[in-house]
């Protein structure tokens, strides 16, 4: 099968995989434990917890493990409320194109008596406006959460520009960086943002573990289950073995970053190209400042999880967006900037590439595009001939 679907989750790579066995197997320890093999597993959690610091440029204090990026994003907004001083009602901006794990639980919060949630918009882009951030800002406005790239369209946010008007104004600022770490360079935008999400399954290594960066400017507030897990902030042993793998995964995804950016720039380049080239019926989200491992396409006339299930019988793996929403019936709001009705957007399914995806795949993905909506063309039409006698 032709895996396009890297957006959802990757395979674990060799090392990430060995590095996992190993730990797993050799220090199988609790690393809060004080004997002898809990020590040994908490040396590997701590190598670990440097070895990422050192890949985003920052000090191993601040990096939190978790579970995976839905716990990492609810951690951190929890954290930071629980930073916050404010005695009054608590308001919070973020967007309505945030992954459905932070976007839904911002939807909880909302209905709380003592919190405001600001919903901004996208533009034509996909992008916030700046103008509207800054109109959106309160005085007791205490967290902003923005996204940096966007899961189904790809889309980059400008964290830059973001988080130099929020330290201006001292406002503390998340970003879900999920979907870039390790596709993109992040680490010159560490200075701008007061804290990040990040996970493993993306980057070729484990399921089930991910990460949080703290910023120094925050005094963070223990955790209300006392524990002494991950510097108070996060109750729960932690998976040595899998934080092990994480660690491997992400020094080898980001030390050939550039190699593998400039492979599926090319990628995604000959696969936009080639859609073109072939008539085939699926129309590319194309906009500015769009991290290239994520293609989204708009069908020109068959809903799109249809076409998703005719490339899986042709064994290629797509999506019709984030997996964490799969069988919600609203049409993702990533994507409405980009087309013109409801029915537009129930045709749109994702393609997401990495450096494993190779020149032979994109084309035997479009031989098998033509395959599928020629076939559906002469379905459409047999079945117009039989309607119209």
Do not use: W
Not at 89 to 118: G, P, R
Not at 177 to 197: A, E, N, R, Y
Not at 307 to 315: D, F, G, Q, T
Request: proline share 4%; with cysteine.
């Amino acid at each position: 099968m032709i895996y396009c679907d890297y957006a959802a989750t990757s395979p674990m790579s060799n090392l990430a995989l060995d590095v996992y066995q190993e730990v797993a197997k050799g220090y199988f320890g609790n690393a809060s434990s004080l004997h002898d093999i809990g020590g040994k597993a908490k040396d590997i959690l701590e190598n670990s917890r440097t070895m990422i610091a050192k890949l985003l440029n920052t000090e191993a204090r601040q990096i939190v493990f978790t579970s995976g990026g839905t716990e990492s994003n609810l951690l951190a907004i929890d954290t930071l409320l629980r930073t916050s001083h404010l005695k009054k009602k608590k308001h919070i901006i973020t967007t309505e194109v945030e992954h459905s794990s932070l976007y839904y639980y911002m939807k909880e919060l909302a209905n709380q008596e003592n919190v405001e949630v600001t919903f901004l918009s996208v533009d034509h882009n996909g992008q916030i406006r700046l103008t509207d951030l800054e109109k959106a800002i309160q005085p007791n406005t205490c967290l902003v959460s923005i996204q940096h790239v966007n899961g189904e369209t790809g889309v980059i946010q400008p964290i830059k520009e973001i988080g130099e008007r929020l330290q201006k104004q001292g406002i503390p600022f998340h970003s879900d960086m999920i979907q870039s770490f390790g596709k993109i360079d992040i680490k010159h935008l560490i200075p701008f943002v007061d804290c990040i999400t990040i996970s493993s399954h993306k980057i070729f290594g484990p399921k089930g573990v991910g990460a949080l960066y703290f910023s120094n400017r925050l005094s963070l507030r223990s955790h209300p289950v006392s524990t002494n897990h991950e510097h108070g902030l996060r109750p729960g042993t932690v998976n040595v073995p899998g934080i092990a793998g994480f660690a491997a995964a992400a020094s080898e995804t980001i030390n050939n970053l550039v190699q593998n950016q400039d492979h599926i720039q090319y990628i995604r380049e000959l696969f936009i190209q080639k859609l073109k080239i072939e008539g085939i019926p699926l129309q590319p989200i194309v906009t500015v400042n769009q991290c290239p491992s994520i293609v989204g396409c708009i069908s020109d006339f068959v809903q799109g999880d249809y076409v998703m299930l005719e490339y899986n019988r042709h064994s290629i793996a797509i999506s019709t967006g984030s997996a964490c929403a799969i069988g919600a019936t609203e049409v993702p709001k990533s994507i409405q900037p980009f087309i013109s009705d409801y029915d537009e957007g129930k045709r749109f399914v994702r393609f997401s590439f990495s450096h494993h995806t190779t020149e032979k795949d994109i084309h035997e993905i479009i031989k098998a595009s033509n395959r599928i909506f020629n076939r559906i063309k002469e379905e459409r039409q047999g079945y117009d001939k039989e309607i119209n006698g």
